[in-house]
C-alpha cells in the first residue's frame, strides 16, 4: 500500500469508529499530544484525555451514526502527511432536531517506525 | 535554513502582508488550486481568484494592521509540511466595533522544486 492508501484506510477507519461510538476505536492511532481545534469550544483541546472529551459532546448532540467523509484530499511525503476533507454530520444543539451538518476537517499526520499517527486535527463549519 | 525555518519565514511574511493590506504578498506563495476554509462563509473557496475574495471580506470587517502569529507549530518532512497555529485578529462585524478576535489556524504546505508553496488553509472559530 502506498502511503496515501495508508492513510485513507486509517481515516475511514478513524470515521467508522465515530459512527459506531467506539472511543478506543477513535484513539488507536493519535499522538499523545494530539492538538485538537473542535467545531463547539473549547478553543483548543491538548492531549489524548481533552481530544477524548470533545467525543463525549459530539456524541451528547449529534446523531449516532452518522460521521460520513465527502471528499478527501491526502498530500504525503514519506513521514509527513495532511489531509482535508468535506464532511458530514446531523446536529442537535440548535434546535433539539437533528439537522444535516456539513463541515470542513483538516488532519497532519507523521509516521513513527512504521505506523501513522494522528498528530493535530482542526474541525470547524463557517462562523455566522 | 531548515525546512522548518523557512516556513516560519515564509508564515511570518504571509502575516506581515496581510497586516500590510498587501494582496499580492499573501498570494506570493500559494498553489493556483489553493483550497481554502474561511473563518466566514462560504464553506470552501477553491483556486486562487476564490482565494483572493476571502481577504476582501477580511478587510471589510477588521481592524488595519491585526493578523497576529500567538503560537506556530511546524511539522516538516523534505517535501510536505504542516503548521497549526493559534491567532489573533480584531472584528468589527457583530456589533460595528472592534473586538479582538483569536481564531485557529492551519496550514498544508508542499515544496515545488526548492520553493515551499501553501495549498490548503484552514482558519476558524469555535461555533456558538
Avoid at 13 to 40: E, F, Q, S, T
Avoid at 62 to 69: A, C, L, N, Q, S
Wanted: hydrophobic letters at 40%; a negative charge.
Amino acid at each position: 500500500m502506498t502511503n496515501e492508501e495508508k492513510i485513507r484506510t486509517l481515516i475511514e477507519n478513524w470515521a467508522l469508529a465515530v459512527r459506531n461510538k467506539d472511543i478506543d476505536g477513535i484513539l488507536a492511532y493519535h499522538a499523545d499530544d494530539i492538538v485538537m481545534y473542535d467545531v463547539p469550544a473549547p478553543f483548543q483541546s491538548v492531549g489524548t484525555e481533552a481530544y477524548r472529551k470533545t467525543w463525549d459532546i459530539f456524541f451528547k448532540y449529534t446523531k449516532p451514526g452518522v460521521f460520513d467523509i465527502d471528499e478527501l484530499h491526502i498530500i504525503a511525503d514519506e513521514h509527513i502527511a495532511f489531509c482535508y476533507a468535506t464532511m458530514k454530520c446531523s446536529d442537535s444543539a440548535d434546535t433539539g432536531d437533528y439537522v444535516e451538518l456539513p463541515f470542513r476537517l483538516t488532519i497532519g499526520l507523521k509516521k513513527i517506525v512504521d505506523q501513522w499517527i494522528i498528530i493535530h486535527e482542526h474541525h470547524s463549519i463557517p462562523a455566522n
